[in-house]
């Protein structure tokens, strides 16, 4: 008895060991650069489309496109900075303003709307005049993730450059773009000219062409935009009681104030306006995340089985708006039903079909309401088995990534996965051939 429990605490040690040095691993791989292995071409790009020269500049359609499968711009949305190479000015915007003017007092009479050497763009809010706007403009800079929603996940302004190149040849692109989204979190490359955009006129019947067009592509990193997880995942199962919690200080426990669920502070007034830099107002758990998913194994049939999953805000302090979970399983090839989120299957390798993409449906469930009795949304997916690889053991049921928002969430170690009664430990040498084979593959990828 004595010695078989040894084994079986031995066994787990080792597990743990093994899953601290994945995650160390999978650290490591993540801080090499922005590259996302669940959307490898995922980009922010803005491109500049000079659609006439004026005496003294041009005048630039500038269009963002966001091409990330899963990670949106929410509210209070972009800002856009870049800086000039020479003296330019801005006459006139379209569709977005500066936040500054600057130092305009070498203009007399006309007076620019902003001479600064660097520029910080916003969009304009919903609901401004008709004369001020172009299309995909005045959305507060919210843009949809081109896998939710691909006809919002632009955003566009006009914008009329002085003191500036007036020719193809003469112009100077802008240098050192930034892109808030609205945190910290992308880095953009220099702006490169590209073959110039060709437009449909109104009517159909006619192509026009840009007189010049430069592309600047933005990417994002995770670990850039903050240095702790921003969400955490739980399990549960119909086989085993045990509630697998989020990982004790899963985003970080240090410097983080919070707030009892029943304190009286809740019923004043204003305490869930939202901050200007965005700090959240948390409520107490032992893992301080905003933002926490939980996947419970709810049934097993003969040829498919259920998996119910919820997501649960803890900041008094935001709305979530266009949510959007990425989770990856190997079921989720065989996805035969999900009830009240929509759901796009994610296929970055062709081979591979085990990520998909789940969002709220508009006007129902695509707003997460802060902290409280509103603050959730659930669902339901149903999944064919597939004979050869389905089991209940070694946690096989369970997702192995799941992102928020576009931020990857911290999972429980995999030695506290809710245990299928009876597995002796020692059935889970699979799942330990599994993670060497995944550190395996790793080391020979790098
Ligand atoms: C940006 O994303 C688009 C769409 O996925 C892709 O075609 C393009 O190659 C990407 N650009 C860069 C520089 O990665
Ligand atoms: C420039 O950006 C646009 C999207 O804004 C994209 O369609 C086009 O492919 C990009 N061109 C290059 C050469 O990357
Ligand atoms: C762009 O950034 C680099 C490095 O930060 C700096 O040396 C350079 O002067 C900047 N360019 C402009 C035009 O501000
Ligand atoms: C600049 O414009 C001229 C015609 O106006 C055109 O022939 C030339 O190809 C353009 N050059 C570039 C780099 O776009
Ligand atoms: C969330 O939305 C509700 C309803 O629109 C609003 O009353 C509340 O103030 C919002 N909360 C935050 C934190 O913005
Ligand atoms: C991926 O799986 C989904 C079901 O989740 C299915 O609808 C889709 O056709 C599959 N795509 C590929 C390329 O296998
Ligand atoms: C579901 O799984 C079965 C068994 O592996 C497979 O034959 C079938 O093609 C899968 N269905 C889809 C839509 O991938
Ligand atoms: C449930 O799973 C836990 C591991 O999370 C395990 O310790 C426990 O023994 C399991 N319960 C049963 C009845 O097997």
Sequence with gaps: MEIASNAQQCGRCR???????AFLLAVLVSRAGAYDPLDPNGNITIKWDVVSWTPDGYVAAVTMNNFQMYRHIPTPGWTLGWAWAKKEVIWSMVGAQTTEQGDCSKFKGNIPHCCKKVPTVVDLLPGVPYNQQIANCCKGGVVAAWGQDPSAAVSSFQVSVGLAGTSNKTVKLPRNFTLLGPGPGYTCGPAKIVPSTTFL???RRRKTQALMTWNVTCTYSQFLARKNPSCCVSFSSFYNETITPCPSCACGCQHKNCIKSDSKLLSLVGVNTPRKDN????????????IRVHWH????YKDYWRAKIAITNFNYRMNYTQWTLVAQHPNLNNVTQVFSFGYKPLVPYQSINDTGMFYGMKFYNDLIMEA???????SEVLLQKDKNTFTLKQGWAFPRKVYFNGDECMLPPPDTYPFLPNSAIFKSLPFTMFI???IFTLIIIL
């Design 201 to 203: 006129t109104p009517d």
């Design 15 to 21: 597990l743990r060991f093994m899953a601290i040095f």
């Design 436 to 438: 060497l084979s995944v």
């Design 279 to 290: 700090t959240p107002l948390l409520q107490c758990t032992r893992h301080m995340c905003p």
């Design 372 to 378: 409280g009795p509103f603050g959730n949304v659930q």
């Design 297 to 300: 194994v709810k049934l097993n």
